[in-house]
């Protein structure tokens, strides 16, 4: 069975260990992006993967396809165009100081995507699941258009499609309304997934009131996705992650899944020492995928998409770095880090 | 507003991550010393910050200089003579083991420093704060007797005058009495700054009895610093920095400052990994001249002297690289440490 | 007074940092080995240590002892044939996801150890205590057998005998029953140490039984220990190590010591930032060694050995790089990670 | 006396020492530009030197200002705007293969210079000398704009103006013509600089028909600058820079000034071991320029501009991180590279 | 047209820069092999190429399957078995000083290849091309029985077979005769490839007599080739490598190409400043194999060969990393490095 | 047969590869001084060597301790005393740019040796051979006085003396006439060694006058060397080393050993691309020691000396890290540095 995704791959640079940008004269230099990182986490699980981008036709743009393909991404269906790669600077937060992530992805090779840059017929061939996020449609209006034509494309030739609504206000300066764009590819949505944010700011759904005490108002979470839920007759399931962020380093970790009528909830982690928390959501949206392929069964399903996003945050880079069987092992009930030998 | 600050900046030689010194052949290179730190902090703040000092006149002291310049420091008053720079060796603690530092700093340029060597008249033109910490009258005889002139001058001038306390029984080796040269000293601040340890040790100012809970005696420290505000009439606050140390990258960290008759206690930081500690006092330093200055208000300068140094805890290296507006975030409220995007 | 010990010492692979294996092109490369540990703690702690093994005769086997000289021990009785070196390639957990050892030490030159390589008479002249652990007789059948030579030599030349249990289910491959080889050198020993798995799978020593609560069962381990010491008549005491394993990060960390008729529990250490914990059952050892040779106190030498082993998990490598004085610090009961200077 | 140069200063990301960009994973990440290089350079010999240009404001356009100022440059004057800085990739050549440099500087802050982003006139205060290259006005129309307007100011205001002709082919596509927006502005210079293509792609001069053997036809150059000085009479003197490249390790590098009626000749460096040769057209203007102002003596500022960018092929990073007196050391004579101590 | 090559890929683990063995505690890691350079050379020129081994199934053989993939390399016929990986240690030689293999590669998952792990009709199928080198069969006897059955079998499939003596006197030590071995697999293979000792010490054919001078004997190469072409009637072309060893930096490097009745005879490249000369000759051949397939003419695609493995020694590593079009511009006669914007 | 050497041992801190100080904030830190790489040298060559010396009684003196232990070195003689360690700061140089070191060992532990600290009888013990430089007397009077005690004691008791004269004017700072103390140790030596400035500047003897060809005036040193052995009537030998300096990557490397009426001249090495030539002189004073004591023959031991200081020249670091069999194959005529597999 195999997913295709759709979206931006970005060269990503990154300070050393914990530090600010330019402390020392060097980057980590990697590559990310939402709906990459989707597919290199299947891909790395065994699953077939095919990414679906426009990458600049140049040195960069040869290496970062070599990169994809080495996880075991299907690359056959990228296209090259003369243009430049998007960037994203990254410093790693600590304690009380955030993470901060600076964009310069304007102009971007995939950003001036034209209509026939993509053959979607062809693109999505062979596939059963498209996956994309809300970050493709902000990076352009023809990235906005290319998203909806491809959702559209995908439910006709009978592919499930998820949909990770990843809000980023800061993208979304274009000029299209987020919540009407956002609300014409969720309508074409097997599956939702967002955090607490996500659903109001994207479709316009109220989520819980902000509790005081601390206590994850989870009632209030799936009142919020079946609402959303009935707004989007076509989707059948709307996932929450559940993050609580107590500092940039310590952070507790769950999800719950909605169907109608039923609401699933996950195991939850303390994730005391985080190294890298970029790259979680979408581990979780791969997890998910991968947990609804292959199980049949929302619950585990769910808890295989916490699990792996668990382990997503003890790894540097947006990659979920994840071998088959890991994941198994740790919703079994093995947290204790102990020593494999 | 401009603020001067006189003393020495060593080289800091520290081991990688939390290796000891010489577990790998190398050792990351930067600069520090506490009133440099005070320097750095306030000119990233966007303030005018002076470093009075003598350097060695060789390529080290030049790219010390170009350092403290970069970071926006006025180094116009800077001397370079013929000496060697002291250094510091540097290793990160861990859990139970504790950081140690090792000092190389006998016979610095600055230690040999002499009486013409800084013209303090035209050293602290079109200032209007002078800070200097107890490390500098620690460093050799004709430091201290500098650090009085520069009191002196700075007082003469009309200068608001900030002594942090910092003892350091190490250094005190040359032969005379740390108190009364402390004392002398502390008799032209303004604002006096200090840990549970420095206003007993050098000024001779006894603290609360430790408690054997954990529970911080506020009380007991505001009697202190009361005590020290008598006995030092020109001085008009006294502030503690209060760290509970769980361990190496384990602490509590908050503050009080006392003006006569008021008290004043900041929110208390839990920083569970600690990055770097060291200059995280200076940093408070640094906060508390901004916030008397910037704010008008003890309370508001408090939170953001201790909201300055717990941002120094996750930074490497001796000084407090915060950009405007990330402390008024912090101590807006603001703890999650979520990524900024 | 002299310590020796026997086993294999490996080249160490890491990956940086908290990376996967190969997600940098570049290894961490050290050396390590259970009883190599024990003898370079012993040495950098003060004491005569000697190491006994056979390495390969090239540049990779001579730069290995040249490291183990280096902190001290005597590598006057190494043998050097014709081979290859054992290798263990290792991966740093990080909360939930545990670190990972990938052994290659197959068919390494201690591993095709002959009956004349080490004259073990002459191997053990002038020490006073010799130790293996239960790796040693894993990696081959030769190895066993010199092993078992080697505690029979050591114990009629009259040296006090400590042995390890140390595990290690996946070496125990080359057909020879595990227990009964255990056991055989187990009868040799005055100290036996291990983990609560180790009596148990080692020796067929039941511990207490799994509890569900998180308290840890002392009565059920003085049972085990007591058990033991009935069955091998000739120890003396009894060691066993205390994990608790939170996260990958995380662990908790203490001992108990079993004489006939008296327990010794130490101080308990809450290790919430772990660097490294390989190697730290095997500075325990040290440790315990150390302090019964010095202190003739059971109690303060188990403190002495937990505390070394504390102070282990703060330090990247195989070895406790420890220098004398520190463990009297921590286990005069300074825990709190205060800057040194 | 005072320099002021314009242009873009970009972030430089290079692979480390001679690996393929993305080998490792890693880019040392410092800044560099044509105009830039020439201010850092004057600035380190000692000299006033002001940088114009417009840097994005964000943390990285902060940085590298403070990059900047810490060498000593002027940077009261720099606009900063929303936006992005331009990068460049770079790739070190060795031997036959080439170093290769892949621009992403298009949409710059700087590319996107208004009208009233720079005040000229104010800009230009208190300085005796401008300098730009033909890396300007390629960036954008409006860059070209800005540079005309510059060069008429900085005329008008009684400057010596220089113009590093710099032609770079694949930036001029903008839809300018070239040679006639290069002609316009060397209309205003007192001094040309440039390559042997230099002169006939940016202003059409031919230059001396390529020789087969490898001798340079000296001539040849004096007569195409001959025919420069008499195309644009208010230049006095053109530069010529000679570069014999036998490989991308290997080159042999002179230069040649021309006045009306004279020539001067440089002596001629082997460089045999070229560590980073970006940016030595930079510092050979740069070193002309100091020449020029301190010395009144053509062939002697010609040999200091030929010394010190002899040396910048020595220095990693655009930068010619040279100090006082090691220019003249070499052009007196020391060649010998022999360890000073 | 599609090549497949059989043979060892190993771990190379390499110190930095020109540093000894352990001079740093740090190591390269990175992967290389002759058969394997040979693929990825021609995968990254954009040919299908197609590598058959055997690898250990763990973590390890994972992720060097990834780096395959990753450079293009068709990785579906690899086989996964319990086992280690070999290993090579490499130290970068200079000037006087030799670089340095340590070979550990005995016992290796292909060193115990079995009969039925690869099916080499199927692993064949869609090639055209089949190419293995001396060092297969030296590694094991199985390793030698399979590639016998492979060139067999590729042989009989109508494939072009290609077999670069490359003759490992240390690795022969598993008691075949090699040059009975090597002989058996020559008489299959349409061209040879060697260095001028791999034609005497493999097939026992005589090259020229040692010139004292330093000018390659050319007629005595050619008349060796000629030799080797009688005796192995099957062959179409027989190569020869030349180098020129000055010092471990500089070599120069050429090469011969003989078909029965015609030499070719290459430029000749100085090369003074390798950066990695491991893997040129398998650069080289690969380079023979993509000229004789792409060019049709035996001229051209001996200068690919030289060319591009030219280039090879400019790239640190076992790969060629080299782009489609880079050899084809050095070959035209570009070899002064300049830089390319 | 064993060799003890006297003198100072200093913290080497060096920028990373060709960098100036501080470009990036990073230093290598290793150990070095010109008689511990004497001893370092020939204890890994197999000798016995002692190294007598003053170290600061902490952590640096104890990693000190354990690196020179570590190769080999006898530490048994080391006097530990509370103090500093010397240091110096290194810039490798380039092409025209030379190398630069920056000296910081003023009031080292060394420099303040006092009469009682080496007990200089017991410290020979068991030697055969002494050996000095003229660095260690110019370090203090203190240092002086000690050297020339420790030549006497060395000489009363049949050591052979060798004195490498190694002039360094910056040290010679404290008073002393250089002349009178050089010529009072030379007295006691009956090996001189030194470059060409050397014996006129610490001994007066002229040398030959400059030749302007480049051609070495060997009878001029010839002459030199017997006015020396005539001046210093014990002194069996007179060593120069011959250094041609055409650029700081690239000199020719011989030598010359003078005995009464006999001369001898080695074999020339031209170094194209030096890694790191701190030490050279060192590892020649080395190899003819080591030759002196192994070969007893002049040439041969000279030749040695010349052989393992040109391999020294690619080794970064104060060290000749040679194996013995290195030398042996150089000056048997195996320039080439083949890969030796």
Redesign the interface.
Known sequence: MSVATFGEIMLR?KSP??????????????FGGSEANVAVALARLGMGARFLSVLPD???G??CT??L????VDVSALKFKKG??G?Y?FEN????????????R??SALAKIEAGDIDWKKALEGMEWFHVSGITPAVSRSCADATILAVQTAKAMGNMVSFDLNF?A?LWNYGADAKSVMSEIARYADVLIGNEEDYQKSLGMEGPAPSSGGETDLDGYQTMCERTLRAFPNARLAAVTLRE??????NHWSGMLVARGRRFVSRK?P?????D??GAGDSFSAGLIYGLINFKDEQRALEYAVGLS??K?????DFA?V?PG?VEK?IGG????????
């Open positions: 640079l260990e914990h530090e600010r940008l330019f402390q020392s004269p060097v980057f980590e230099a990697t140049n040195q960069i040869r290496e070599r990169m393909r080495g996880h075991g430049r790669i960037i600077f937060g600590s304690n009380q100081r955030p993470s901060n992530v600076i964009y310069d304007e102009n980023r800061k962020s107590h500092s940039a380093d310590n982690y994730i005391a020492d985080i190294v928390r970029v668990c382990l945050h003890t790894i540097s880079g770095l071998e890991e740790l093995d947290v204790s880090g102990r020593v494999q030998r």
